[in-house]
């Protein structure tokens, strides 16, 4: 994470205009603010996007998916010593996104229609410590990841010749991830013949899944566990 510099604050939009009339309006905003002393820190951050469906034959079909994204981030740091340093951190990001036609009704109600919807949450801390002579360095981390996304892919067909199952094809998918790890590392001036950097630690992830398809009542769950030394 890159440490702020100085107090700050932006804001800009972005306008852009298809050539069908479509729009894309894109609005970011970032402020920093620092304690007097410079040792902690806080920066945040968010933008908000909302682009039409794009047509190029004008047909009433997207060849541009509709999209909508907000994101949203904060990061704290600071320093308890001068030799150590904290960061924690949050990110948070919604992306909406629709193709097909009839973008006003229900994705079932369109003779073809993909949608996807996420929310993805995202927390994360770490510790770090260097001696005063840089040789050595001790490490700490842990994030938090989760996954929510609900999404359709389908349709109902053509007026002649209807799908039946068209309000079926509706999944989702729940995933959450967590991770911690840790580091060590040290400086030798002469290992033998030569100077030498060893680095020891080790991590652990674990992550779970579940995938729903709601029409047909079939749910399928993942779990995975993973630890690692070096």
Wanted: glycine share 10%.
């Amino acid at each position: 994470t890159k440490e702020p510099e100085r107090n700050g604050a932006d804001l800009a939009h972005d306008l852009t205009v298809l050539n069908d009339g479509s729009l894309d309006n894109t609005t970011s905003a970032n402020a920093t603010v620092l304690s007097s002393d410079q040792n902690a820190g806080l920066a945040i951050f968010m933008q908000n996007r909302n682009r039409q469906g794009y047509s190029y034959y004008k047909d009433g079909y997207t060849n541009i998916p509709m999209l909508k994204t907000l994101t949203f981030g904060t990061n704290l740091l600071f320093r308890p010593s001068g030799n150590s340093r904290m960061a924690i951190g949050y990110r948070f990001l919604r992306d909406d996104r629709r193709g097909g036609n009839k973008m006003d009704s229900v994705p079932e109600k369109a003779n073809i229609a993909e949608t996807a919807q996420h929310d993805i949450h995202n927390a994360s801390v770490d510790f770090g410590w260097t001696s005063s002579d840089q040789r050595h360095r001790f490490e700490l981390y842990s994030a938090l990841a989760t996954v929510n996304r609900d999404s359709y892919t389908g349709g109902y067909g053509s007026e002649e010749d209807p799908d039946p199952n068209a309000g079926r094809y509706y999944t989702r998918t729940k995933d959450v991830t967590w991770l911690c790890g840790g580091l060590f590392r040290t400086f030798f001036e002469k290992c033998w013949f030569m100077r030498a950097r060893l680095t020891v630690g080790g991590e652990y992830t674990n992550d779970r899944l579940k995938d729903e398809m709601l029409g047909y009542g079939q749910t399928d769950r993942q779990k995975t566990d993973v630890g690692s030394l070096f």
